[in-house]
């Protein structure tokens, strides 16, 4: 296989593509999607890279069609991918809860921009993590991961894909127009050394006819392929075990629920990644995500010049969500502080993790910059000081 | 090292920036590059950043330059306060009217002299830049521009960025 772009050394790119050539290493080989800034790159670089490795790229006529392509390419057994900002995300959520439903694995890249609305196009935010994770209707679970680097744009791209595969889920890479935007020096790995996970698919005929049942005992189940022979029906109303809609029965929708959200919650430990700096002996925790965990490493190390026992707990998962890590960090510090792009998102989480066990403060940053080490520093020592 | 580029859009300022950061990460340092546009593609201002560092880099953003490069008036009094105190500022001297100690060469003049082409004006200083501080090779540089340029315009570019970097030689 010849990749239309060098692999086994690095490069110097934008986040943008290194998001559509990990997609690719991944296995990727349907795109579709409608252009947005800044999540254009990822379309502008599939649409070129796709032809060549016998793939599909596709403008479709909006977003709402672009995920509901995406879907239907992954029932015909193709790992797909769609990319869009804030305005598209929006258009995706009723769909995304379809692919929820259905157990669809696909990957939808946010790379977020200032909103409400059209906002400031231009501009980073992480205004869209609750949106991610709960912007769909009614009881689910699914994966929300959120890079900070370029380079950890391309890993968790490959990963969101794999955990997509795995869980038979939508995984959402929650990433911004700063990562998306910035060139920074990738290590792209030989595509033999890139591992790879494929969806379970039904050993027979017998395991095929319950392509919503649990018959592995995994919470999984294995995901017929159209066209290779299985008949299978897909819905979004509450289906039973086998697929046909159910949707008075309260037992049927108990279990299919609980098993969609179980399937990500009780395999959290394997799902979450996060990275500590300092952590261990802190008395001050900030906790972040993203383009701002940059800032937040510097400031750690500042505040620790200045004699502030301070330690960083980085999310690379926002969802499924660690509560009872961010309790035991509470335990043990006095304060927990959590900078982030927006008006308090992943506060609230981190507060109620928390469970009252410390104080936990938001630094809050609108308006399309990133907090400068300087603003956390500041907002930390600001709050320090008045206890 | 902190690096800022900045002029008016048109002048290839974040191609500048993006063939430095190329030519950073050919050595193998770490290196961010980030660009700061107004929605005009004519005319508005436009800052490219260039974050180089042999440890892991956390700082995006440029909130102290040591190198500020400023093409064009608007560029410089929209960025000239980033600029640490002992910092260096290379102007286009022609264009520019700095308020601070300075050290640089009528780029844009000298692009127009050497190629025929203003727009080549980013390789000049470029060139100059690079002699002026050191940061990266000449040769890292040159095998950037091979590799960012459009086909076809390789040779004008590297004519340029030389020319620039004799100048800054001096």
């Known amino acids: ?387 | 090292m902190q690096i800022r580029l900045a002029g008016i859009g048109g002048q290839g300022v974040v191609l500048a920036g993006v063939i430095l950061g190329e030519a950073a990460a050919i050595e193998g340092l770490n290196v961010v590059q980030t660009q700061d546009y107004s929605s005009a593609s004519r005319g508005g201002h436009s800052i490219a950043d260039v974050v180089i560092s042999k440890e892991p880099i956390y700082d995006l953003i440029v909130t102290k330059a040591d190198v500020l490069v400023a093409l064009a008036q608007l560029g410089y009094d929209t960025t000239k306060d980033s600029l640490r105190k002992d910092g260096l500022l290379i102007i286009d001297t022609d264009l520019v009217k700095p308020d601070r100690e300075f050290i640089g060469a009528p780029f844009t003049r000298i692009a127009e002299e050497t190629t025929g082409l203003a727009l080549t004006v980013n390789m000049v200083a470029l060139g100059y830049l690079v002699a002026k501080t050191g940061v990266v090779k000449k040769e890292s540089v040159e095998e950037a521009i091979r590799r960012r340029v459009p086909k076809g315009t390789e040779d004008i570019n590297l004519k340029a960025f030389r020319v620039g970097y004799e100048e800054g030689s001096k």
């Open chain 1, 1 to 387: 296989m010849k990749y239309p772009f060098p692999v086994g050394k690095s490069d110097f790119i934008q986040g943008d593509e290194a998001i559509a050539r990990a997609a690719i290493l991944a296995g990727c080989r349907f795109y579709a999607g409608y252009p947005i800034t800044p999540a254009s790159e990822i379309f502008e670089a599939m649409a070129l890279y796709m032809p060549l490795v016998d793939g599909v790229s596709i403008q479709m006529e909006d977003e709402l069609a672009s995920i509901a392509a995406v879907i239907g390419a992954s029932w015909v057994g193709t790992k797909a991918m769609t990319a869009t900002s804030g305005p598209g995300f929006s258009l995706m959520m009723e769909n995304l809860g379809y692919a929820i439903m259905t157990e669809t694995p696909i990957v939808v890249v946010d790379v977020q921009r200032s909103g409400p609305s059209t906002g400031q196009p231009t501009l980073a935010a992480q205004g869209d993590v609750m949106q991610a994770i709960w912007g769909t209707h009614g009881d689910h679970s699914l994966i929300v991961l959120t890079p900070a680097t370029v380079q950890e744009a391309f890993d968790m791209t490959i990963r969101a894909f794999n955990l997509a595969e795995k869980y038979r889920t939508p995984v959402i890479l929650l990433t911004d127009a700063e990562v998306g935007h910035m060139r920074e020096k990738v290590d792209i790995p030989n595509p033999e050394d890139v591992e790879l996970v494929y969806r379970k698919l039904p050993a027979n005929e017998e395991e095929a006819k319950y392509p919503f049942g649990d018959i592995h005992g995994d919470l999984i189940p294995p995901m017929p392929i159209f066209g290779k022979g299985y008949r299978t029906y897909v819905t979004g109303l509450t289906h039973d075990e086998k697929g046909r809609p159910k949707t008075v029965d309260a037992e049927i929708h108990r279990k299919l629920i609980e098993r969609i959200v179980n399937k990500i919650e009780k395999n959290k430990k394997d799902i979450i990644e996060y990275e500590t700096f300092d952590l261990d002996d802190a008395e001050v925790a900030i906790i972040s995500y993203g383009i701002v965990a940059r800032s937040a490493i510097r400031a750690v190390k500042m505040l620790r010049s200045e004699g502030i026992k301070a330690g960083l707990l980085k999310l690379n998962v926002v969802w499924p969500f660690d509560f009872e890590m961010i309790e035991k960090i509470a335990e043990q510090v006095n304060a927990i502080y959590v900078p982030e792009m927006n008006l308090g998102q992943v506060y609230h989480l981190v507060k109620e993790g928390a469970n009252g066990k410390a104080r936990v403060e938001l630094i809050p940053k609108i308006g399309g910059e990133v907090h400068t080490p300087q603003e956390i520093v500041k907002a930390v020592k600001r709050c320090e000081k008045c206890i």
